[in-house]
């Protein structure tokens, strides 16, 4: 086992992984910028190095400042969270070559699944059912048409190298194509410093599920169930639901062991996430992320497994505490992410949170970093923290997570809350009745 670990991150997930470190007897070394001198991650660890001035490039994504961190605390290990350097293979090669442990997968596994057309066609290899489209980059005006003619409209326009809905158009028409294809081209060029872009079938009312998976590196892998992570603002998650509303049991466990088996022939080590898009029955493989979810909370919860413990332990060379057959599924647990932003317009809403209540009681989990008398820096994302309530059913979950979101209180700064008190009366997410677009058009109906 390791004897230390640097956290890479900042906020909630820097508590989370020093909390399980603290709980496995290893010390904690938190880097910070300037900005975060007096975050709780920093307050908390063994000890703290700063990294840089505000700015995320500067710091939090300055691998010389962190990999100078890890010279002189003398750390073994980094855990990357999420988000910032978690999904960038050449810091896992660095580390790997200053032999410090990349507590995650391997550089080369980050590298195929991090080009989304490359991911597909593993994806396709490894036996994981895929959305229709182009079999790689869609270079020219020609290929643009002729694959969309191919495909049939209407078609999805992505960047090979993008996220959050950066470098994606949709072509309604064959008159639509080409200007979907240049500006997904333009906007991605801007975004990642790459064109490429690729093609596929754009399904009409899909849900976002994900499968989570945990593997440890020498052909031993195991699914933690489904995720429904259909509620969503601008292609960014808002609300994740374990145990999805509309998924059967036989469903979970079919996909579940596909990706499962998946994970084993790739000899795949630590936590991944395996996205689909869900229509009329059938799962198709979108991306995968090979990192620690914000929503990991939702799975541990009706599982009794500790993602983070479990990664940890893999990367430090053990096996995986369980083989599939251990893991069993328990109740239904819902995720809300409460943002410091306006809950009508969604402007960010830094400043100093002058009174703070997070909700407790009975199956209510909070994870957040922030505390009354904290400043929330303008810098970074706007998540301050998570609600996880967990029920015995669904209908159970939800009248707890509607207690628990009138008890939450954050004053000083606004938040998404009023957004989650408006959701948990709506007849459709009561119901469980929404799509990845449901959201926006609520949004924009009640012009909010």
Same mark, same amino acid.
């Given at each position: 086992?390791?004897?230390?670990?640097?956290?890479?991150?900042?906020?909630?997930?820097?508590?989370?992984?020093?909390?399980?470190?603290?709980?496995?007897?290893? /010390? =904690?070394? @938190?880097?910070?910028?300037? !900005?975060?001198?007096? *975050?709780?991650?920093?307050?908390? $660890?063994?000890?703290?190095?700063?990294?840089?001035?505000?700015?995320?490039?500067?710091?939090?994504?300055?691998?010389p400042?962190?990999?100078?961190?890890?010279?002189?605390?003398?750390?073994?290990?980094?855990?990357?969270?999420?988000?910032?350097?978690?999904?960038?293979?050449?810091?896992?090669?660095?580390?790997?070559?200053?032999?410090?442990?990349?507590?995650?997968?391997?550089?080369?596994?980050?590298?195929?699944?991090?080009?989304?057309?490359?991911a597909?066609?593993?994806?396709?290899?490894?036996?994981?059912?895929?959305?229709?489209?182009?079999?790689?980059?869609?270079?020219?005006?020609?290929?643009?048409?002729?694959t969309?003619?191919?495909?049939?409209?209407?078609?999805?326009?992505?960047?090979?190298?993008?996220?959050?809905?950066?470098?994606?158009?949709?072509? /309604? =028409?064959? @008159?639509?194509?080409l200007v !979907?294809?240049?500006? *997904?081209?333009?906007?991605?060029? $801007?975004?990642?410093?790459?064109?490429?872009?690729?093609?596929?079938?754009?399904?009409?009312?899909?849900?976002?599920?994900?499968?989570?998976?945990?593997?440890?590196?020498?052909?031993?892998?195991?699914?933690?169930?489904?995720?429904?992570?259909?509620?969503?603002?601008?292609?960014q998650?808002?609300?994740?639901?374990?145990?999805?509303?509309?998924?059967?049991?036989?469903?979970?466990?079919?996909?579940?062991?596909?990706?499962?088996?998946?994970?084993?022939?790739?000899?795949?080590?630590?936590?991944?996430?395996?996205?689909?898009?869900?229509?009329?029955?059938?799962?198709?493989?979108?991306?995968?992320?090979?990192?620690?979810?914000?929503?990991?909370?939702?799975?541990?919860?009706?599982?009794?497994i500790?993602?983070?413990?479990?990664?940890?332990?893999?990367?430090?060379?053990?096996?995986?505490?369980?083989?599939?057959?251990?893991?069993?599924?328990?109740?239904?647990?819902?995720?809300?992410?409460?943002?410091?932003?306006?809950?009508?317009?969604?402007?960010?809403?830094?400043?100093?949170?002058?009174?703070?209540?997070?909700?407790?009681?009975?199956?209510?989990?909070?994870?957040?970093?922030?505390?009354?008398?904290?400043?929330?820096?303008?810098?970074?994302?706007?998540?301050?923290?998570?609600?996880?309530?967990?029920?015995?059913?669904?209908?159970?979950?939800?009248?707890?997570?509607?207690?628990?979101?009138?008890?939450?209180?954050?004053?000083?700064?606004?938040t998404?809350?009023?957004?989650?008190?408006?959701?948990?009366?709506e007849?459709?997410?009561?119901?469980?009745?929404?799509?990845?677009?449901?959201?926006?058009?609520?949004?924009?109906?009640?012009?909010?």
């Amino acid at each position: 086992m390791f004897q230390k670990v640097l956290i890479a991150n900042r906020g909630e997930i820097a508590l989370r992984i020093l909390r399980a470190c603290k709980e496995l007897g290893i /010390q =904690t070394v @938190a880097v910070h910028s300037t !900005a975060d001198a007096n *975050a709780m991650h920093v307050r908390l $660890a063994d000890e703290s190095v700063c990294i840089g001035p505000p700015a995320a490039k500067d710091s939090y994504l300055n691998i010389p400042s962190i990999m100078a961190a890890c010279e002189i605390t003398g750390a073994d290990a980094v855990h990357p969270g999420y988000g910032f350097l978690s999904e960038n293979a050449r810091f896992a090669k660095i580390l790997t070559e200053h032999k410090v442990t990349f507590i995650g997968p391997s550089s080369h596994h980050i590298e195929i699944m991090g080009d989304k057309i490359t991911a597909k066609k593993t994806a396709v290899e490894l036996g994981i059912p895929v959305v229709p489209g182009s079999a790689g980059a869609v270079e020219t005006e020609a290929d643009a048409k002729n694959t969309a003619a191919e495909i049939g409209y209407p078609v999805l326009i992505k960047a090979t190298a993008g996220g959050g809905g950066r470098g994606m158009k949709v072509a /309604q =028409t064959e @008159a639509d194509v080409l200007v !979907a294809w240049s500006t *997904a081209r333009s906007e991605a060029k $801007a975004a990642f410093g790459n064109d490429s872009v690729y093609m596929e079938k754009y399904l009409g009312k899909p849900r976002h599920i994900e499968v989570q998976v945990l593997g440890d590196g020498k052909g031993n892998a195991v699914h933690l169930g489904v995720r429904d992570c259909s509620l969503q603002r601008r292609h960014q998650k808002v609300w994740e639901e374990a145990g999805g509303p509309t998924i059967l049991p036989e469903e979970r466990d079919k996909i579940g062991e596909i990706c499962a088996a998946a994970m084993r022939k790739l000899k795949y080590s630590g936590a991944g996430t395996i996205e689909f898009l869900y229509e009329n029955g059938e799962f198709y493989f979108i991306e995968m992320n090979t990192r620690l979810q914000v929503e990991h909370p939702v799975t541990e919860r009706i599982t009794g497994i500790d993602i983070v413990y479990e990664q940890i332990r893999v990367a430090s060379g053990e096996k995986l505490s369980m083989v599939q057959k251990d893991v069993q599924f328990y109740g239904h647990a819902i995720e809300v992410r409460i943002n410091a932003e306006d809950p009508q317009s969604f402007a960010p809403s830094p400043g100093t949170i002058t009174f703070y209540h997070p909700a407790g009681g009975v199956g209510v989990r909070v994870d957040s970093a922030v505390y009354q008398g904290y400043k929330i820096p303008p810098y970074y994302d706007s998540l301050i923290g998570k609600l996880i309530v967990y029920g015995r059913t669904r209908e159970e979950c939800l009248k707890r997570l509607s207690r628990a979101i009138d008890e939450f209180v954050v004053d000083g700064i606004k938040t998404t809350l009023p957004l989650f008190q408006r959701l948990i009366k709506e007849p459709d997410i009561l119901a469980g009745n929404y799509d990845i677009h449901w959201l926006e058009k609520y949004l924009a109906a009640n012009k909010v």
